[in-house]
């Protein structure tokens, strides 16, 4: 599968089964507060634009990258030429030409972090800030994300799908960013019982279209669901708490 063929292939229906405009308008809210109005910003993997759009509603400029033409087509709708085709780890930007960049939900589905890190780190200004949205920043802690957990770490021993602060930091530290603390907590709560996650995971898509399960792993993923059957009372959804945060990374010098 090309690098950008899941998201392709996503892309129409990415925005209603993502949250649509209610989490976009969070995310530019919780964005926004730490964002300077007179400096553009630089959205890497802006994906359709949903989040941009809402940044560029309340009077940010923007401008995106992505590397999924379908996902690209949709920003254009949004966002006209503000966005263009480009990997977040080889940007087309000039070097130091950036105050503040942010990417949401960008460094758990495929780019690899150390690259994306050291590019954001090129294309910074000194001072300049990098604020990033996880996608799986915080674990539930609940009988459901126990068994969840326990499936992405033996589906992912290097962490390559994780974006939370432990992982990150580090890597962004060795680029010269630093890690200055998460910030615009959101608590969010939702209902899933044991079965709906068992349903969602049997189509073999983990979360996001873009970790597809091969064909070797499929044994793990049917264990994990037998698991979420076995736990108690599968049909009653669980309320799960967790939290959207937006790391701040800064360049230095
Ligand atoms: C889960 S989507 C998030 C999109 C958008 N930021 C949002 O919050 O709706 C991840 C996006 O990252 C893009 N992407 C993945 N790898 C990339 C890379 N190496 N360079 C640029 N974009 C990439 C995908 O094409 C996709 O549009």
Do not use: K
């Not at 990258?65 to 930007?93: E, F, K, N, T």
């Not at 105050?99 to 589905?109: D, I, Y």
């Not at 939370?164 to 709560?189: F, K």
């Amino acid at each position: 599968m090309g690098r950008t063929a899941a998201f392709d292939a996503i892309a129409p229906t990415y925005d209603a089964t993502r949250g649509g405009t209610a989490r976009a308008a969070a995310f530019a809210e919780q964005l926004a507060a730490l964002l300077d109005p007179a400096e553009p910003v630089l959205d890497i993997g802006v994906g359709t634009g949903i989040v941009a759009a809402e940044l560029t509603a309340r009077g940010h400029r923007v401008c995106g990258i992505d590397l999924s033409p379908g996902m690209l087509a949709h920003a254009r709708a949004r966002l006209g030429a503000r966005v263009a085709a480009g990997d977040a780890g080889r940007l087309p930007v000039r070097t130091g030409s950036v105050a503040q960049a942010v990417s949401t939900w960008l460094l758990h589905a495929g780019p690899n972090p150390r690259a994306v890190f050291g590019e954001v780190a090129r294309v910074l200004r000194p001072g300049g800030r990098y604020l990033v949205i996880p996608a799986r920043g915080m674990r539930p802690g609940d009988d459901i994300g126990r068994v969840v957990g326990e499936l992405e770490d033996r589906l992912d021993p290097e962490a390559a799908r994780q974006d939370g602060p432990q992982v990150l930091a580090p890597i962004a530290a060795a680029h010269g960013l630093v890690y200055e603390g998460t910030a615009s907590e959101r608590p969010t709560v939702f209902r899933v019982s044991p079965e709906q996650m068992a349903r969602s995971l049997a189509g073999g898509r983990l979360f996001t279209g873009a970790w597809q399960v091969g064909e070797e792993h499929l044994g793990l993923v049917a264990e994990a669901c037998e698991r979420l059957r076995a736990l108690p009372d599968p049909q009653v959804p669980r309320v799960r708490e967790m939290a959207d945060f937006v790391m701040v990374f800064r360049r230095t010098e």
